[in-house]
């Protein structure tokens, strides 16, 4: 199984552009998140969603939108890219007995705004 | 509100000495207490929580709610110990996992 797979790796925008980070989890998990990683800062939640057909806000959300497509994919769109929005975007994953407490991690989407 | 204190953001520990990593915490309600940890060139996982009351990989945490703390330990360290290590919260009922900001451990050979 691959798990939690995001893509892509690695890109680089120039201010203003958009772009949409993908998530995909074939653990059959009804819960999925988006999470920043910033030095000194750690990780912050930026939306999740509990279930298919269901999203929520997290710590922060301003200037992301997310969409959960179906059970499996959940994506996170930039609308109009800003230099404060670099940084690492975990995608995660938890099935239903461990919602908000066991994740599993995709490896990660390293974004560079110029 | 919940929030998570690590207050060290490096820490470096003499291979076969005692690891302790800090975490202090928050929360109005009911806690549970995570400890996730980052190995280089490898994805963040789930390294122990309070409730299994476990040792993984010859680590322990123990939850003092007087205290308010979840500090990690390890009575020798080992230098595949050397990773990002973040404590999280969470609570009953509650969806969103809180993370502190992480203390990289590096274990000097």
């Known amino acids: 199984n691959a798990g939690v797979t995001q893509t892509p790796k690695f890109q680089v925008l120039k201010t203003g552009q958009s772009m949409t980070l993908q998530c995909a989890q074939d653990m059959n998990h009804n819960s999925m998140y988006w999470y920043r990683q910033d030095p000194g800062m750690g990780l912050r939640l930026i939306y999740y969603?509990?279930?298919?057909?269901?999203?929520d806000k997290g710590e922060v959300p301003n200037g992301y939108n997310v969409s959960r497509l179906n059970k499996r994919e959940f994506s996170l769109r930039l609308e109009s890219a800003a230099p404060s929005q670099t940084s690492v975007y975990f995608c995660?994953?938890?099935?239903?007995?461990?919602?908000?407490?066991?994740?599993?991690f995709g490896s990660g989407t390293q974004l560079s705004v110029l | 509100a919940q929030r998570v204190t690590q207050p060290e953001k490096l820490l470096s520990v003499f291979k076969g000495a005692p690891v302790e990593l800090k975490c202090n915490y928050s929360y109005s309600g009911s806690p549970e207490l995570f400890w996730y940890v980052q190995y280089s060139r490898q994805r963040l996982q789930l390294l122990l929580r309070?409730?299994s009351r476990e040792s993984i990989k010859g680590f322990t945490a123990d939850l003092n709610k007087g205290e308010t703390s979840f500090h990690l330990k390890k009575p020798f360290a080992q230098e595949e110990d050397s990773a990002m290590y973040y404590c999280a919260l969470s609570g009953i009922g509650n969806e969103k996992l809180t993370f502190g900001t992480g203390t990289r451990l590096t274990i000097i050979p």
């Open positions: 309070h409730i």
């Open positions: 995660a994953s938890s099935g239903s007995g461990d919602r908000g407490k066991k994740l599993f």
């Open positions: 969603s509990a279930s298919e057909g269901t999203t």
